[in-house]
């Protein structure tokens, strides 16, 4: 049997796909290899959302390219929003590449790379008893695409319209994950309040948590990525009283300005995103929120970013994801002139920077002292690590194998990007 590697690059959704991709190989007997040197298959997950990251893409097929002039029998397939629908310039772009697989099609990438390797049908059923064992926390894909048309965005050109996954498929993967060790998944989608709203009859998110909290020896859940608009009581009183649902929410504001959020047809004010928060904090004041910004969008004038700086400031998120506008070819920001200088650019992003980790600061200094539950992912040299519920990064010291397990740690040292702390109570029963 084959041997495979996957790379993968970009959001949540790429990790998620290429662990379920994973996952299938392993069980009709594929051997994953650390290395792409000695794959008989290798599987990039690609993203387009930033021009570094499809640069990044680009390097790893032209060394592809090299691997397989010397090795004729490795099959490549190209994976992610690089792939998409037309893949006739793809094809004389990288003629080394055997398969292109849209993120938009429906039909099984492994049974396309099976095809792909002329394997025969024995290969095409699980055997008994074979597993992969997953991490701790695992994504778990619930629906893709994107129906809204943000000015700046590609992902609804290259995952195409939404499309979410029956509930119980759902549960079955999630109910599956626990069994071989999984405590934590994180729901994944580009408009996660959106789920259900295509299938018949129609579901929501918090139904679907309300289905997912009850699966035996699942510990907690996260969802991301929010969208103010869609963001609704329910859901609200889901993550305030589901037991398993985490005080954790990604919600993006992309700008703390009326005109720019208008240019980026955000389909929302600035004030519709702070009743959102208010809503959630007036719940649980101690909800950890984080938020995507993008710096230099075409038109930001000075004001409007001082206006970001100063809802960054009256909002406190616990983490900020800051980018640079790169134009994405295909999408209408595109068209417009790119008018804010890269130099302008970089110290916007610096200001923000700067800035967050200053209310980070103050945030996770309030926590010196107190006793938070930990869930641990695993170490980094030597050192546990895991995260609370309000997803803040934890480390501390242990001779036990902790890996998997719910501890309580007393926080000591805080900084804006983690937290020291010691055991104080054993590992909770799981």
């Not at 069994?179 to 580009?190: D, F, I, K, M, Y």
């Not at 389909?267 to 004041?285: H, I, N, Q, S, T």
């Amino acid at each position: 049997m084959a041997n495979y590697h996957i790379w993968t690059i970009g959001c949540q959704m790429n990790e998620a796909d290429a662990r379920r991709l994973s996952d299938e190989l392993d069980l009709v007997g594929f051997e994953a290899s650390e290395s792409v040197e000695q794959a008989d298959l290798a599987v990039l997950y690609s993203c387009v959302v930033r021009q570094a990251a499809e640069n990044k893409v680009h390097g790893q097929l032209l060394r592809l390219r090299d691997l397989k002039r010397r090795r004729p029998g490795l099959k490549i397939a190209l994976a992610g929003c690089l792939a998409g629908e037309e893949t006739a310039s793809l094809q004389r772009a990288y003629p080394w590449v055997d398969l292109f697989v849209s993120p938009k099609a429906d039909i099984s990438l492994r049974n396309q790379i099976l095809d792909l390797l002329d394997l025969d049908e024995r290969y095409r059923v699980e055997p008994e008893g074979a597993q992969r064992v997953p991490g701790v926390s695992a994504g778990v894909t619930i629906h893709q695409g994107c129906n809204r048309r943000c000015t700046y965005c590609i992902i609804p050109f290259r995952r195409g319209s939404e499309r979410s996954r029956q509930p119980a498929d759902l549960r079955a993967e999630v109910a599956g994950l626990v069994q071989r060790g999984t405590r934590e998944v994180v729901l994944l989608s580009q408009i996660v309040e959106r789920y259900g709203w295509d299938l018949e009859p129609r579901r929501t998110l918090a139904e679907l948590l309300a289905l997912l909290n009850d699966v035996p020896g699942l510990e907690r859940i996260r969802f991301l990525t929010s969208y103010p608009r869609d963001f609704g009581a329910d859901l609200v009183e889901a993550v305030a009283t589901l037991p398993h649902v985490c005080e954790d929410i990604n919600l993006p504001i992309q700008a703390g300005d009326d005109t720019v959020l208008r240019r980026m047809a955000r389909g929302y004010k600035v004030e519709d995103y702070l009743r959102v928060v208010e809503a959630l904090r007036a719940r649980m004041p101690e909800i950890g929120i984080s938020t995507d910004v993008i710096v230099g969008f075409p038109g930001e004038t000075e004001q409007q970013f001082e206006n970001t700086l100063r809802v960054m400031e009256q909002v406190r998120w616990d983490v900020v994801h800051v980018a640079m506008f790169s134009p994405r070819e295909g999408t209408i920001a595109a068209g417009w002139p790119d008018d804010v200088p890269p130099a302008e650019k970089k110290r916007r992003l610096h200001a923000v920077e700067e800035l967050q980790a200053r209310i980070a600061a103050e945030i996770n200094a309030r926590l010196a002292g107190c006793t938070r539950e930990v869930l641990v992912e695993g170490q980094s040299k030597g050192r546990w690590y895991g995260r609370t519920r309000t997803n803040k990064l934890v480390f501390f010291d242990h001779p036990d194998d902790l890996r998997g397990q719910l501890v309580q740690v007393r926080i000591g040292q805080t900084s804006p990007w983690a937290l020291q702390g010691e055991l104080v109570a054993a590992p909770v029963a799981v």
